[in-house]
């Protein structure tokens, strides 16, 4: 439980990061910022994972999606929390 609690915490750390403008989603342009501080900045890899994580496919990332995704690839996830929260 309490890995479940820290990797929730983590996501939304990472979700407020780049939430710029507080709008409770993560556009495809924050997105790209996140990636780019990962050292990912390919438009093709961005829209890749915005197609991944964005499972109503609004065109943004909810909180509860970033977790869903956080799940379903908890060590990829520990790996971002690790260098965007550093």
Do not use: W
Request: glycine share 6%.
């Amino acid at each position: 439980m309490a890995d479940d609690a820290e990797a929730k915490g983590g996501c939304e750390r990472i979700f407020k990061r780049f939430d710029y403008n507080g709008d409770g989603k993560i556009s495809l342009t924050e997105l790209a910022d996140a990636l780019k501080a990962l050292g990912s900045s390919s438009p093709v890899e961005v829209r890749q994972r915005m197609e991944e994580i964005d499972m109503d496919h609004d065109g943004f990332i909810s909180l509860d999606e970033l977790i869903a995704f956080q799940h379903a690839n908890p060590d990829l996830m520990k790996e971002v929390v690790r260098r965007l929260l550093k």
